[in-house]
Every structure is written in structure tokens, then in C-alpha cells.
């Protein structure tokens, strides 16, 4: 005879790990550093959770192929369910239920590749890399490792699983929710652009509320004890009362949650993070340890950009002084990147500084950029600017005008003085890396210009910089721009991919290289450029 209830037993949970356990919202992304206890924490016991809160459900675990779930993310689990009292062949196997065994409400019809559970709930082990994976199952939940590898289009297909059986688990919160969990490292940040993008769907707000209330519950359930009978039954009352509001909440509940290795160090042990920290190097160390969001791909085309180059100011302008830009030219996103020769209130030496990223995205065109150009930067007393452009602007736009006319009198067409610069072809790409290298190498003094950063309002400009990997062709270092590809990255914000690099790197061959732009350094009085 097989046991139909949840066994319970004492389970320690570190200070993320208890967080996710109280806020139980509907869909969760976990992204946390390497060690933070994803799996044994939380995938692990919250997947026996939905094995008997949802029993002859279907659910789902997923991975970018089988050799990833099987190798990396079920044995972890696995020791979690044995931790917890359930066995290989007396609980659970993989393959069709043992006779006398409980079936799924809808079963499988081919049970390869699926955990079935004595209560009769099957778990589904889907491989990302078998096309269309999903086809044609209802499930009620899904739980995911590593979601850094996964594509998004090929989750969006698994995610339309999610169905079927309202009437006997609709009323649960966890019904067709999902957990995934992840780090952040990997060597090119556009792997995980979309990962970091799902913390804005979360609401803090509605998530710190159903943890507040759901702290109250563990408070009065701490009180048990020593209560009267009568009391605890008007505790019971109060519980359920709170669980009318939160259970609500929950089912529309999503939860990024963030969590760095420091919080399992009691597990971990206290040489892990030192030992990592001299082993790894520092970008990855803080990133996949640290869980600090990315910012630079390994194998950067800017090697030499750090953050000494970079500060925040919204009055970074002298309004008495004229502007340089740069745009570039594409369908699917139209920057223009601003900068100024002066010194900034918190430098000794005048530097050249990359002030302002400016971008309308398709189906706007260059002339709306320019536009919206002149709008942010009506406030310049000195309305004269330096445009620099190269042969990339010879190409005509749909009125069969050249880019470089079209940004010319767009901008005059504003009350703009523009002094528009040619600067020839482009300088291959090996020699504009070894240059420009070197030009971010460059300390401010009386006789050099040094570069700098406005990372508040020209950070597109340095994200894309960041991010700008390298690749090499027929032995000479070329700057790899498949971002810019929508067809391929149809989901990957252009405002990140190389355009602003490009924009960026003709402003510094005009100016530091060709020297084509007067170093105007006289004193101004700064003020923003912006609203």
C-alpha cells in the first residue's frame, strides 16, 4: 500500500529561499548567484509541494536539452525528494506508473521521458532542443534550471502548455504557474537581456504585500501553542480570513526574485566565496557569484572602457558651447549620439564627454530622431553643431535624399547651425580597435583629451559599448554585429545592439583621430540639455 498524503518533515531554508516559499506567487524567476541553493531550496521541495497539492496533475521540468536536465538539474532535485522521505521505484520512477499506482486525470499516452508518481502525478521532462516540444500537452505547471540557455521564443511555446483541469485545480494559486532559476554570467550579456528585462513585469508593491501577509500567518501559526482551544479556533479564523485576500493576489502574482551566494555561505562554508573570488575573474566573480547585473561581454570590442570613464550628471552641458553628433543609419532603430568638448564641474582638465544617447525606434525615422534631438537640446544658448558622418551616410532614405541631407536640414529646419564633417570611408575594424583602445587609455591633462561617459543620460551608448564582443576574421579582430540582425534578434532592444558603438566610435575618430573638430575650451555655464 503507497502513502497518499504528503510526508512532513523539518526542512532548513536560507533567507531567499524562505521568501520565495512565503510569497508562493503564481510565476517566480529566480536569478541568483551560483550556490544560492536554487535547486535544493527551492525547485526541489517546491516541486513535491505541487506533486501533492495538484495529485494527477501534469507538470513539467525544462531544459535546453536532456543532458541538462538529467545531469545538472534532477539530481539535485532528486536529493531534495530523498531528503524528504520519497523514493526512486516506491514513490516515483521515470517511465509508467507501478501497478497499484494512482494515473494522471489525462495521461500520457507515451510515458518516455516522464516521472510518474504514485499519487498519480506525471512530470514531463521537456528538452528545448527537440522542436515543438510541447506540442500538444495541457499542463499545470512547469519548473525550469538555467534558464539562462534557453531561447525565448522556444519558452514562449512551452509556456502555451499551460491549460486544462480548471475545474479541479483552478482554484489553487500555483495552478498553471511556473518557477524558473538561473545566474546571470554568460559571455555574451544578450543571452540574458531578456532575463533581466522580466524584472520589470514584477510589482513590487503587490509582492511585498502577500509577503507581509503571509509573515502574519506564521506569526498567528507560531501562537498555536499556547492558545486555548477556543483561541486557536479564532486564530483559524483569522488565518482564513487572510488567505481570502492572498490567494487571490497570488494567482496574478510575479516574482523576480534576486539573491546573492552570501546568503548560503552557512551552507556553502565560509572558503567559498574567497575561493571563487580568486579563481573567477572579477566580472564573473560579481556577476555569477555576487548576482550583480552584467555589464561587460567577455571579449570586449572596448576593452579599455571601465567605469573610471563614466559619471552621472543631468548638467553636464555648457550651453554656450556647440555640440558634436553622430548618427547611424538603419531601419529598425535611428540613434544619434551628442558630445561636447569642455570641463565638467568635477574635472581638473577639459575631456571630451559622450553626453547624450538619443534613439527613436522603427516605424519612426532618422528625421523624427533629429526632432527629438532638438527638443532635449533646445535649452543650448550655442546652437551650432559639429554633425560628423562617413560614407555609411551616402545612402538615400525613401525620398531619395542622402542621410546626411536629411539630418542637415532637419536640424536647420529646427534653428540649428549644422557643420557638416565627411569624414570618408570607415577605418577597418582591426584598426579602429587598436586606436580606440588606446584613446580610452588616455588621463586627463592640459595637452590631451581624456573621455568620459554620461552614464545617466548616454547610457544606451555604453551598455552597446559593453556589450560590443569581438570576433575574429581571417586573422584581424572585427567587431561582431549580429544584434543588429532583427530578423535573427527579433526581441533583443536595438537600443543595445552596436548602433550606438558605431555612433561612439565616429565621434572619436573625428575628433581624437582626424582632429576635424575645433577644441573650442573656453569656460560656459553648464546646464542640462533635458527637461
Given at each position: 500500500?503507497?502513502?497518499?498524503?504528503?510526508?512532513?518533515?523539518?526542512?532548513?531554508?536560507?533567507?531567499?529561499?524562505?521568501?520565495?516559499?512565503?510569497?508562493?506567487?503564481?510565476?517566480?524567476?529566480?536569478?541568483?548567484?551560483?550556490?544560492?541553493?536554487?535547486?535544493?531550496?527551492?525547485?526541489?521541495?517546491?516541486?513535491?509541494?505541487?506533486?501533492?497539492?495538484?495529485?494527477?496533475?501534469?507538470?513539467?521540468?525544462?531544459?535546453?536539452?536532456?543532458?541538462?536536465?538529467?545531469?545538472?538539474?534532477?539530481?539535485?532535485?532528486?536529493?531534495?525528494?530523498?531528503?524528504?522521505?520519497?523514493?526512486?521505484?516506491?514513490?516515483?520512477?521515470?517511465?509508467?506508473?507501478?501497478?497499484?499506482?494512482?494515473?494522471?486525470?489525462?495521461?500520457?499516452?507515451?510515458?518516455?521521458?516522464?516521472?510518474?508518481?504514485?499519487?498519480?502525478?506525471?512530470?514531463?521532462?521537456?528538452?528545448?532542443?527537440?522542436?515543438?516540444?510541447?506540442?500538444?500537452?495541457?499542463?499545470?505547471?512547469?519548473?525550469?534550471?538555467?534558464s539562462k540557455f534557453w531561447?525565448?521564443?522556444?519558452?514562449?511555446?512551452?509556456?502555451?502548455?499551460?491549460?486544462?483541469?480548471?475545474?479541479?485545480?483552478?482554484?489553487?494559486?500555483?495552478?498553471?504557474?511556473?518557477?524558473?532559476?538561473?545566474?546571470?554570467?554568460?559571455?555574451?550579456?544578450?543571452?540574458?537581456?531578456?532575463?533581466?528585462?522580466?524584472?520589470?513585469?514584477?510589482?513590487?508593491?503587490?509582492?511585498?504585500?502577500?509577503?507581509?501577509?503571509?509573515?502574519?500567518?506564521?506569526?498567528?501559526?507560531?501562537?498555536?501553542?499556547?492558545?486555548?482551544?477556543?483561541?486557536?479556533?479564532?486564530?483559524?479564523?483569522?488565518?482564513?480570513?487572510?488567505?481570502?485576500?492572498?490567494?487571490?493576489?497570488?494567482?496574478?502574482?510575479?516574482?523576480?526574485?534576486?539573491?546573492?551566494?552570501?546568503?548560503?555561505?552557512?551552507?556553502?562554508?565560509?572558503?567559498?566565496?574567497?575561493?571563487?573570488?580568486?579563481?573567477?575573474?572579477?566580472?564573473?566573480?560579481?556577476?555569477?557569484?555576487?548576482?550583480?547585473?552584467?555589464?561587460?561581454?567577455?571579449?570586449?570590442?572596448?576593452?579599455?572602457?571601465?567605469?573610471?570613464?563614466?559619471?552621472?550628471?543631468?548638467?553636464?552641458?555648457?550651453?554656450?558651447?556647440?555640440?558634436?553628433?553622430?548618427?547611424?543609419?538603419?531601419?529598425?532603430?535611428?540613434?544619434?549620439?551628442?558630445?561636447?568638448?569642455?570641463?565638467?564641474?568635477?574635472?581638473?582638465?577639459?575631456?571630451?564627454?559622450?553626453?547624450?544617447?538619443?534613439?527613436?525606434?522603427?516605424?519612426?525615422?532618422?528625421?523624427?530622431?533629429c526632432k527629438l534631438w532638438?527638443?532635449?537640446?533646445?535649452?543650448?544658448?550655442?546652437?551650432?553643431?559639429?554633425?560628423?558622418?562617413?560614407?555609411?551616410?551616402?545612402?538615400?532614405?525613401?525620398?531619395?535624399?542622402?542621410?546626411?541631407?536629411?539630418?542637415?536640414?532637419?536640424?536647420?529646419?529646427?534653428?540649428?547651425?549644422?557643420?557638416?564633417?565627411?569624414?570618408?570611408?570607415?577605418?577597418?575594424?582591426?584598426?579602429?580597435?587598436?586606436?580606440?583602445?588606446?584613446?580610452?587609455?588616455?588621463?586627463?591633462?592640459?595637452?590631451?583629451?581624456?573621455?568620459?561617459?554620461?552614464?545617466?543620460?548616454?547610457?544606451?551608448?555604453?551598455?552597446?559599448?559593453?556589450?560590443?564582443?569581438?570576433?575574429?576574421?581571417?586573422?584581424?579582430?572585427?567587431?561582431?554585429?549580429?544584434?543588429?540582425?532583427?530578423?535573427?534578434?527579433?526581441?533583443?532592444p536595438q537600443q543595445y545592439?552596436?548602433?550606438?558603438?558605431?555612433?561612439?566610435?565616429?565621434?572619436?575618430?573625428?575628433?581624437?583621430?582626424?582632429?576635424?573638430?575645433?577644441?573650442?575650451?573656453?569656460?560656459?555655464?553648464?546646464?542640462?540639455?533635458?527637461?
Amino acid at each position: 500500500k503507497f502513502l497518499k498524503y504528503m510526508i512532513e518533515k523539518n526542512f532548513s531554508l536560507n533567507t531567499p529561499q524562505a521568501i520565495v516559499a512565503a510569497v508562493n506567487a503564481n510565476k517566480t524567476h529566480l536569478v541568483w548567484g551560483r550556490g544560492t541553493g536554487k535547486t535544493t531550496g527551492v525547485i526541489g521541495p517546491k516541486s513535491l509541494d505541487l506533486v501533492h497539492k495538484m495529485a494527477r496533475a501534469k507538470g513539467g521540468f525544462i531544459g535546453k536539452d536532456y543532458e541538462q536536465i538529467f545531469d545538472r538539474t534532477l539530481p539535485g532535485v532528486v536529493s531534495v525528494w530523498e531528503q524528504l522521505g520519497y523514493y526512486q521505484e516506491k514513490h516515483w520512477r521515470i517511465g509508467k506508473p507501478l501497478p497499484g499506482w494512482d494515473t494522471p486525470i489525462i495521461p500520457p499516452m507515451k510515458w518516455d521521458n516522464v516521472i510518474s508518481w504514485y499519487n498519480g502525478t506525471a512530470i514531463h521532462l521537456l528538452s528545448l532542443a527537440v522542436k515543438a516540444a510541447g506540442n500538444g500537452l495541457s499542463l499545470q505547471w512547469l519548473m525550469g534550471d538555467e534558464s539562462k540557455f534557453w531561447k525565448k521564443e522556444q519558452l514562449n511555446e512551452i509556456l502555451k502548455t499551460l491549460r486544462g483541469l480548471a475545474n479541479e485545480f483552478g482554484h489553487l494559486p500555483e495552478y498553471c504557474g511556473y518557477l524558473f532559476a538561473t545566474d546571470k554570467w554568460m559571455e555574451d550579456i544578450a543571452d540574458v537581456q531578456w532575463i533581466l528585462d522580466e524584472k520589470q513585469k514584477m510589482n513590487p508593491e503587490a509582492v511585498n504585500l502577500v509577503l507581509d501577509l503571509q509573515l502574519e500567518i506564521n506569526r498567528i501559526r507560531s501562537t498555536y501553542a499556547d492558545l486555548t482551544e477556543s483561541e486557536q479556533e479564532s486564530a483559524a479564523k483569522d488565518i482564513k480570513d487572510i488567505e481570502k485576500v492572498i490567494n487571490p493576489l497570488r494567482k496574478k502574482l510575479f516574482f523576480y526574485s534576486e539573491a546573492s551566494a552570501e546568503e548560503n555561505v552557512d551552507i556553502l562554508g565560509p572558503d567559498y566565496i574567497p575561493s571563487q573570488k580568486a579563481e573567477l575573474e572579477t566580472e564573473e566573480f560579481d556577476v555569477a557569484i555576487r548576482n550583480l547585473d552584467p555589464k561587460k561581454t567577455k571579449n570586449c570590442f572596448y576593452p579599455t572602457l571601465t567605469d573610471s570613464h563614466k559619471y552621472e550628471s543631468t548638467t553636464d552641458l555648457d550651453v554656450f558651447k556647440p555640440l558634436i553628433i553622430a548618427p547611424d543609419y538603419q531601419a529598425s532603430i535611428s540613434p544619434i549620439q551628442s558630445a561636447q568638448i569642455a570641463q565638467l564641474p568635477t574635472e581638473q582638465y577639459v575631456t571630451l564627454n559622450m553626453a547624450r544617447s538619443t534613439f527613436v525606434l522603427q516605424p519612426l525615422s532618422l528625421i523624427d530622431a533629429c526632432k527629438l534631438w532638438a527638443t532635449k537640446h533646445r535649452h543650448m544658448v550655442n546652437k551650432v553643431v559639429y554633425y560628423l558622418y562617413d560614407h555609411t551616410a551616402i545612402g538615400r532614405n525613401a525620398l531619395q535624399k542622402p542621410w546626411y541631407t536629411v539630418v542637415t536640414e532637419t536640424l536647420e529646419s529646427e534653428g540649428w547651425i549644422v557643420f557638416p564633417i565627411y569624414m570618408g570611408k570607415a577605418p577597418d575594424h582591426d584598426i579602429k580597435y587598436e586606436k580606440i583602445k588606446a584613446m580610452y587609455e588616455v588621463q586627463p591633462s592640459a595637452d590631451k583629451l581624456a573621455i568620459r561617459h554620461n552614464s545617466l543620460l548616454g547610457n544606451e551608448c555604453i551598455v552597446s559599448m559593453e556589450r560590443a564582443k569581438t570576433k575574429m576574421e581571417r586573422g584581424k579582430t572585427k567587431k561582431d554585429k549580429n544584434h543588429e540582425d532583427v530578423s535573427r534578434y527579433p526581441k533583443y532592444p536595438q537600443q543595445y545592439a552596436t548602433h550606438f558603438s558605431d555612433c561612439n566610435d565616429m565621434i572619436l575618430w573625428g575628433v581624437l583621430e582626424l582632429n576635424l573638430v575645433p577644441l573650442n575650451i573656453g569656460t560656459g555655464e553648464f546646464a542640462s540639455g533635458y527637461l
